[in-house]
């Protein structure tokens, strides 16, 4: 139950740190927690455990860690339920010992990285275990809070989930407005083609079985399958036959994904799992 | 339906506009929008609707804009549904008129602030409206996304709910577990005011009415009411006999914020809508 | 002697020691402290002391240590005499033992602070000793240096005062020109009240016992008596008969608090203590 | 009355504006100007001054301006009295025109700047013209407010005083704890030839005249003469006859400079001048 | 002569501004441009040309342009050869015209940008003209200058170049210590494939044609020849035809590149291109 | 062989470390080390070399350690040949042990400021051998790589050459453009004096003899002799007769730089020693 899902690399404590410390600053503003400071011995010690009130999968207890140890360097951290594992009702996640003061100015700081990104873990989880039985595989997209891109696709991938591209830079999505504006599709690529060097990958959105046969015969790495029926999915599949990687795109739901995921495609993006995915309810209790 | 609700005072754009910034430069990456750079001319002009797909309350129309200006100054933006207004499904809340690549580049992150804070908004009101026969009014908490908590505080504002304090500095929320750490709730208080001086308000949580009556005869500014019954807010509410504003609090949804309201207490605090409330579906369309 | 005033809670080192790096690199510019890397060689040790020239009471030995730590984090620094304590003129309030070179380093910055802060608190503590046989509590003002805010409201704490808010946002004080902007008191505090949740303290500036009147009447936190002499002052409290907190402001000397305390005012501001305080003449001694 | 001192130049925008900035956003705090925003109405136009209730040397205006720049880049700012004139009490340095809740959310941090700096330039002046018949000219230290330390610098100019070096790297200054490391002055200046370049200046510190004749000697170009009485000093400058650049330090004030420029030295240094000049009272009036 | 080469879109000005205001803060440090603040009248106007002293391929007008700028945003800056653009000594490459002060202090900056950057691209140039016969394509590596990865990837681009990655996170290159920690290449791409999604490009680095075998037979995208003769980079390409992108790499020199791009390979990487290309001399003529 | 220069005191820390940060940040864009996290077991152990393929000045080793630090503090990083000491090719410069995955991760950004920074000294060091039979020392410019000016004044520095000034604020240079704005070099050093302390340097460039005897007679400190024959620059050394500093600027190479020297100037400073020196190789060898 405790055995973290595979790759659930965390972000270098490089990127992962000042996103943490940004968080603090904003919680502490100028006068700090005033609360704790007048009303809590400085010498108090505590033990304090980081539960989950619902089931889910965990992520993010290395920014509530380094939330912790950015307050107060000399708190013991333990995990007891690791960041990619599954957690029941009532589990015990983290054990926090040391100044009760420290411990009470971190809390809520902790407890909102590893809530938001626990549900978005959760959500990544629920569509993975939906389409476990296929090779699909759910990806996320970059409908991510601003801000937390590079923490929540992390979360993704404690879920279980893939990671699409992290940004406009590191691969080519060309949409339709790009499209568009290139007049066709074999104009927009050729476009891309000419100007990009040869580890970026290429990806074309289409609406169309038409179209789809035109990004096939251009070679492009991936095609995206935006919106279609679960019956035009499973044309698609036939017509590509293996030729690029499709990836299904468009409303995206627990009810609705198995049956895309049944339609034999590579990829289904969501950008639910990280827009809309509710907080996992986590608490610390002393 | 476009009238914006009153109170949505905007964050000034000094603090806006470094969360805007580092948004922009997380999805610019190093190499920034390749696809629209190598596919997109220079010089092609195009004019865009930021549409809601589905009704709600807007909020964050702000940092859309604020995201557009900073990609490329010469855009124009035109806001028709502002900030703290209604929009019905496919209603049009802003044109962007100028160059098409920048248009696409800025994109995705005008519309994730856009989708965020509006979704905060929408929840909000929901709440706000449910309880609009009575006295109560909804407030947030510090369970909020790090890194937003400003602009997060502003939808609420958007939403037509208040705000609570805004961080661990501008007000004493006094706890079970500072409570704990000073013996009784008359220490904590007696702690707290020596320490503090007149422009900072006191607030204690409790859990009985017991500890009420104790809150009551200190005379403290607010009091929490933290999980408590409806009966027992009721019955809170005749106690207090308003000595103090009453807060309730605790596992509040659409389904039981009306019953709470009917008790009397002056504010209801939700955790939900800001670290739960779902994405509006908002998107650019040409 | 050495013994600290209370509530010398000191600024979180995430809020401090950013503000003692920027001091620090403002001192070290590009080459650093050449003088002491060409002249004294990197194996020495030496051991110094932190003398207070005149006696004063303490503030800011905690940013001196940051510095000394900044510059090198092995140099051992041991408090003799702590932040909020009284120091005789030619007392030893700290020992630094270590790297002769990283000493001279860091020297000035550490001086700089605690030199500056130590004024403040001293400025501060003079106030407070002289309205001590009445229940008026020192208060500070925004009016202090910019970009050290944090540090000069704790030199206050350090000097027995206590803090009005940290700024713009944390408390509303309506002045004159508010009044003006809205009409009357009445419409001010109405505006204020219809957009501020519960946890915001509201203060207004009055000149006059009239206005005095119409502020009781609204019930308000706490009311600023400007410039009143202490005639008036005396009426205003006849007049408020504890419904309202009462600050006298306006041009406090040391010459002229007690008086002003006598009144019965509960709060006494001063720009004076955070905006004009001499240095403390604070020396290294080796 | 209004003409500026010479060599006024200001720090270059790209300096200045940072440390504006974090003052403005030290006030702001996450909330930003709440009373402003719901009280004064944001159509609402006015006209302010920037008076100085007492007569002083103005320094900072470029400060302020900047101030109601970043909150408001529409306001209108008009120097009446620029950086480095003498102002007589009651005069008007400044207007301000435009949005009134601008003008009053930037005041108090405008007129933090222009009252510190015109505070220290006051101070300054003041000694300037009290050896205003000699060639002694005024310089500054190293003991400047942490963070303001190239505005202080500038107020310094503004005053008709003249910079030390601005910081450990751009000049060398070898005082007594390296003369102890390296055993003697000469061994002592002999090492930071060594590793020094052309375009350093060397500056040693002495006590006695003893010490003076070796650091002249060995042709340094400055030679600070800390704490001697003035018979000292001016047997000092009957040593050097020209040799050397003569810097008299130690407890100068207005009272004891003219008979330490009457010497005959070169320079006097004050530290009172940067971390004890009081403020000068500068308002903002509507 | 003037036509610049295609592809060559700068990076956003979001990413370039603070890499040029850095520098020049760096150049500015605390007193600024002292010998033209005090020599150099503030009315005076000056029209300067940035002329090149030698022939080369131009990069880096846009980050000397943005140094103009940010100096003082009123100088008139005309481009007359553009980015990527040839010129032949003595050219004019661009006008600026305004300040005499301003554009004296912006000078140096603006020319260490415009000439490193047009070092590279001239560097760059080169490598691409001798291959013009080829179909090869000369790509960059990471071997950077620390903070300028960008800029030189850019400059790249104007040399008629190709970006590889970016950084360690937009594509994988597996070399020599993965492949050995892993135990085979096999292993190594199979844990690659295992943890990555759809969008990011595999690359291995193979020293013989036995181990471009293993990588073909697992079909890899691209295959990096590490150091091999001419001889086997013909032997690779004729054993890989067309199964993967073939790149050469090993210490390319203009000398040896166009028998390497002969041999068939498709690019050829370059480290000398960004770590040491020479200055291209461009200076400032009034 | 293993012996230092003298004089190789590096940047502190607080100056050294962020931009080592900027260049590991620039490296691991977002998602990090895809490819060693994913193939590298986490818990590998490695043993490195960092070699030098070529012979050369050693520099930058101090950054390389920074690097491997802040990838993973629990490296352990062992100097053999230290900055500013001659390493022969072939040599180990340093060890570095511990996690294998966090030596990948570090490896290129160590070896990009290693191999710039030795470059720049094995390049400052030819020079300095070059003219080391004469009394004349080598000095660089501001010349420098964006960014990096602080570190290449050290590598300077570990070539045993010099540091001219830092930046435009620490030393003033009248240039031909200063003294055309003037009208005389007398004007402009008069300028320069009347707006400058006793603790700044002037140096003053000039192209003919003529203008070296006005600059003489105004006792100026160094003069900067531009682009002179040797035969000029002979001369320039018997006019002077010491009384300033004389520096030989212009096109200085390997080939040239000796008969420069032995003309008798102070010195001779050089552009190419930072903007145009080649890396030298150095790799990490597992």
Redesign the interface.
């Known amino acids: 139950m405790t055995t973290a899902l595979?790759?659930t690399?965390p972000?270098?404590m490089?990127?992962l740190e000042p996103?943490?410390?940004?968080?603090?600053?904003?919680?502490?503003?100028?006068?700090?927690?005033?609360?704790?400071?007048?009303?809590?011995?400085a010498a108090?010690q505590a033990k304090a455990k980081l539960i989950a009130r619902k089931a889910g999968t965990i992520a993010g207890l290395i920014?509530a860690q380094c939330a912790f140890r950015?307050?107060d360097p000399s708190l013991k951290f333990t995990v007891e339920i690791p960041d990619g594992a599954q957690a029941k009702a009532g589990a015990a996640l983290a054990t926090i010992e040391g100044s009760?003061r420290a411990i009470?100015?971190a809390e809520?700081?902790a407890?909102?990285?590893a809530?938001?990104l626990s549900?978005v873990a959760t959500a990544t989880h629920a569509l993975v275990e939906a389409v476990a039985e296929t090779k699909a595989?759910i990806?996320c997209t970059?409908?991510?809070?601003?801000?937390?891109?590079?923490l929540e696709?992390y979360a993704v991938r404690c879920g279980g989930g893939?990671?699409?591209?992290?940004?406009?830079?590191?691969?080519?999505?060309?949409?339709d407005?790009?499209i568009?504006?290139?007049g066709s599709i074999k104009n927009?690529v050729e476009?891309?083609r000419?100007?990009?060097?040869?580890?970026?990958?290429i990806?074309v959105e289409v609406d169309t079985l038409v179209q789809l046969e035109d990004a096939l015969a251009l070679g492009v790495?991936?095609i995206l399958l935006d919106n279609m029926t679960t019956d035009d999915l499973r044309r698609a599949v036939g017509l590509a036959k293996g030729r690029a990687?499709l990836?299904a795109s468009g409303n995206v739901t627990l009810q609705t994904v198995a049956a895309v995921a049944a339609t034999g495609v590579?990829?289904i993006s969501s950008?639910?799992i990280t827009?809309?995915a509710?907080?996992l309810d986590i608490a610390l209790d002393?």
Chains 1, 2, 3, 4, 5, 6 share one sequence.
């Open positions: 595979p790759f690399h972000p270098h490089l990127l996103v943490v410390r940004r968080a603090l600053e904003e919680d502490l503003g100028r006068a700090g927690d005033i609360t704790s400071e007048l009303i809590v011995p108090q920014a950015l307050i009760a009470l100015t809520r700081v407890l909102n990285f809530g938001h549900g595989r990806v970059r409908k991510t809070t601003p801000g937390l891109r590079v696709k893939f990671n699409h591209r992290f940004g406009l830079d590191d691969a080519m999505l060309i949409k407005n790009h568009a504006a290139a927009a476009r891309a000419a100007g990009t060097a040869h580890m970026v990958k990806e790495d991936t990687m990836e590579d990829y950008g639910a827009h809309s509710p907080n002393f």
